[in-house]
């Protein structure tokens, strides 16, 4: 799950705890972090009005994580690609070709 703020892009990693049970533990990266300490520091919030087990995000990644609620999958899931968006792209990244070539 990632979050852009002013600092930057803010990655945190979502699992099933590897001991079982209704927990899912939350990972940070160093990168993430020291642009999440640098968030903190400047008195700023991170995913205001997003909730993860019902505790704030800085409070399950200080947590390490949350309990889950309801019936959340605990299998990989896979990443869909905007094939909107890479069309809409190529559409205008063609358009350019046809200006810069006066056609």
Known sequence: MSFTTEVGEISIYL???????????????????ARLNKLKAEKKSLGENCLLGG?????????????????????????IKD???????????????EVALGG
Do not use: W, Y
């Open 55 to 79: 505790k704030s995000v800085l409070e399950a990644i200080e947590a390490k994580g949350f309990k889950k609620n309801g019936n959340v999958p605990t299998e990989p899931t896979e990443t």
């Open 15 to 33: 699992s099933p705890s590897k001991k079982g049970g209704n927990k899912i533990e939350v990972e940070i990266d160093e990168k993430s972090e």
């Open 83 to 97: 094939d909107l968006s890479t069309n809409l792209t190529q559409v205008r990244l063609q358009q350019n070709r």
